[in-house]
């Protein structure tokens, strides 16, 4: 049975949060890729988010990427890319992902960007029919290659076939002058 959302904390991530990202060890493998983000984030290259309720358990996690190497992903201007959204399975289905992904669009926003985009793996229906629901277009398909160092240093190559999406928010900035 699901637990209501109630008195929903959104917030950006500190230093003190990362262990907490690990959601009780399933996501321990990407303990040093959450370090990697959270030290952009400190040089303005990304935002990490996260949900939360008043007792600070935590709900979700979104990751966005201002700037990387990449800038048909994120140029550090005009582009964003979306990534590591996740909500706990207790609290899917309750707006906790919609809330989420409304903070970290209106973020976006207020830094001047214009579009913002993601990957969203192709056996996941669920979560595309989430990003179409809230504006976001299949813009074609992705390789979906990408790799990352696990807690014990070693390098796994990922192959995940995604489907490319991209919303814009300029006409979210026309409205907010």
């Not at 706990?88 to 214009?114: C, S, T, W």
């Not at 669920?126 to 179409?132: S, V």
């Amino acid at each position: 049975m699901s637990i209501p959302p109630v008195n929903l904390v959104i917030r950006k991530i500190n230093i003190t949060d990362l262990p907490y990202l690990e959601w009780e060890g399933e996501f321990a493998h990407f303990r040093r890729l959450y370090h990697e983000v959270y030290t952009q984030s400190l040089t303005r290259k990304a935002v990490m988010w996260l949900a939360e309720d008043p007792s600070h358990h935590l709900m979700g996690q979104l990751f966005i990427q201002l700037k990387t190497r990449r800038v048909d992903l994120a140029d550090g201007r005009y582009r964003a890319y979306l990534f590591g959204f996740r909500v706990k399975p207790e609290y899917q289905n309750q707006g906790v992902g919609r809330q989420m992904l409304l903070k970290a669009e209106q973020d976006l926003i207020h830094r001047r960007f214009r579009r913002v985009c993601l990957n969203v793996i192709q056996t996941n229906p669920r979560a595309r029919q989430f990003y179409q629901r809230y504006g976001y277009q299949v813009l074609g398909s992705d390789a979906g290659i990408w790799n990352y160092q696990d807690n014990d240093g070693l390098w796994h190559n990922m192959e995940e076939p995604a489907w490319r999406m991209e919303k814009e928010l300029v006409q979210s900035i026309s409205l907010m002058k």
